[in-house]
């Protein structure tokens, strides 16, 4: 009974990654796109530095920077820089909620990735 729940519990965690990459396009995911950079920053950034990427992941949170623009921190420590043109769709968004976003990788700031002119 434990072998089958534990089966259960993996296929369902599976299921979950591969439905958030079909679900939003994403080309990469947020954790991926962090582990990529805490491995190797060099290597990183020659891959994704100044690319524009979807990325797939959860909301960790919602706020604003010093400027006042809009950001969502990704799980994954990726944080999506939006215009103020956003700040409506993007009050209607809660933590926890699964996202694809689209991005320029500016590379790793302050222990996060950091995109800019992001959309959804």
Known sequence: MKTIFALVMLT???AFAGSLDHAY???????DLYASYRSNEVSADAKYQNQRL?????I???????????FILLQGRVRCRFSEAFNGKIARL???TAIGI??????????VV???DCSF
């Open 25 to 31: 396009n994403a080309t990469v995911r947020a954790v």
């Open 114 to 116: 950091v995109l800019k």
């Open 102 to 111: 689209s991005g320029t990788v500016v590379g790793l700031k302050g222990g």
């Open 12 to 14: 369902g965690v599976a």
């Open 94 to 96: 809660q933590p926890g």
């Open 54 to 58: 979807s990325v797939g992941g959860i």
């Open 60 to 70: 960790e949170k919602v706020a604003k920077d010093s400027d006042g623009d809009p």
